[in-house]
C-alpha cells in the first residue's frame, strides 16, 4: 500500500536535510546558547512538511521554565510532532539511544534516556530532576509505551516525582494530548490508524517504509490547561488531572466532536495555571 516514488523521495529529502544539520547542531550545542535549542524546533517543522504531516495546533504551549510537557504516546513520529511545537528535550527508553541515525538525533537534541526497571527509577528520577532545576523544558510519554492510537492508556507516575526539584522555581505541568485524525482529508478510522500507530509487537522499518509512502496527514495536538505538582497535593493526582485532560482531548480529535471538560480529579487543581508567563 502506498507509493514507492512518494517514499524514495521523502527518503531522498529527509536525509537531504537531516545529515547536514546533524553536525551543525552538535557544533550549537558545543557552544551553547538559543540557537542549539531552536534548531530543532524548525528541523522538525521541516520534517514533517517533507514526510507529509500537517499539525494543528490548539490551546497555548507554557513559556514558564523549568516546565515538563506530559503526553500520550502513539508512535515514533510523535517525537517530529510535538518537536516542532515545544522547544524542549524528550524523555525516552533507554533502547533509542542505540538506535541508528535516530539515536544520533536523540541525542543531538538532549533527549534524557530512561530505562524505567523499578531499581534505576531512583536515579531516573535525579537525572530528570536535574534537567528541570536547571530550568529545562522536558516531554515525557506518561503511559511508558506506546498505545494503537484508539485510546490512552494508564499513566505511569513514578518519573512524575521529578517535578518535586528545586532551584529554578515549582515546574510547571502541562498536559499535551496527540491524534491522528485524517489521511487526505478523510478520517481515519480504526482500520487505518495501526498505518500509523507503532506498537506492540511491530517491527519498526517495515512500519516507517509503509508509512512514508502514505498521503498527507493530519495531526490534532492539543496543549491543556498546566498545573503544578503544589496544586495537585501528590503526583498520583497530577498523573490523573494529566491523563483526563488528555483522554479528552484525543476523544474530541477522533469524534471530531468537543468532549465535556473533564472535572479535575480528588485533589488536583480546580483553576489551571495560566500557560504562558
Known amino acids: 500500500m502506498g507509493s514507492c516514488a512518494l517514499r524514495l523521495m521523502r527518503v531522498f529529502f ?19 546558547g538559543r540557537r542549539a535549542a531552536s534548531l530543532p524546533v524548525r528541523y522538525h517543522r521541516w520534517c514533517c512538511r517533507i514526510l507529509g504531516f500537517r499539525v494543528r495546533s490548539t490551546g497555548i504551549p507554557s513559556k514558564r521554565r523549568p516546565a515538563l510537557f506530559v503526553a500520550n504516546h502513539v508512535s515514533y ?11 524542549g528535550s524528550f524523555i525516552a527508553k533507554a533502547e533509542v539511544a542505540g538506535w541508528p541515525l535516530f539515536g ?23 537525572a530528570i530532576s536535574e534537567r528541570l532545576a536547571a530550568g529545562d523544558a522536558l516531554i515525557l510519554f506518561a503511559e511508558g509505551t506506546s498505545s494503537d492510537g484508539n485510546r490512552v492508556l494508564p499513566f505511569k507516575s513514578a518519573l512524575l516525582g521529578a517535578v518535586e526539584c528545586g532551584g529554578a ?8 494530548s496527540l491524534a491522528y485524525t485524517r489521511l487526505d482529508g478523510i478520517p481515519i478510522g480504526r482500520f487505518y490508524r495501526p498505518f500509523f500507530a507503532w506498537y506492540g509487537a511491530m517491527e519498526l522499518l517495515p512500519h516507517l517504509w509503509r508509512m512514508i509512502g502514505l498521503g498527507r496527514v ?29 483522554a479528552g482531548g484525543v476523544a474530541s480529535a477522533l469524534s471530531g466532536r468537543p468532549q465535556p471538560s473533564p472535572e479535575p480529579p480528588s485533589g488536583a487543581l480546580a483553576a489551571p495555571l495560566p500557560a504562558a508567563g
Open 169 to 176: 522555581g515549582p515546574v510547571l505541568v502541562q498536559p499535551v
Open 14 to 32: 529527509y536525509l537531504a536535510l537531516t545529515l547536514p544539520l546533524m553536525p551543525v547542531q552538535a557544533l550549537l550545542l558545543l557552544h551553547g
Open 218 to 246: 493530519e495531526v490534532a495536538v492539543e496543549f491543556h490547561p498546566p498545573t503544578t505538582l503544589d496544586a495537585c497535593a501528590s503526583r498520583k493526582a497530577l498523573a490523573r488531572y494529566c491523563r483526563a485532560r488528555i
Open 104 to 126: 544520533w538525533l536523540a541525542r543531538l537534541q538532549r533527549t534524557v534516556f530512561v530505562d524505567r526497571r523499578m531499581e534505576s527509577i531512583t536515579r531516573q528520577t535525579a
Open 77 to 87: 513520529t510523535d517525537i517530529m510532532i510535538l518537536g516542532s511545537l515545544i522547544p
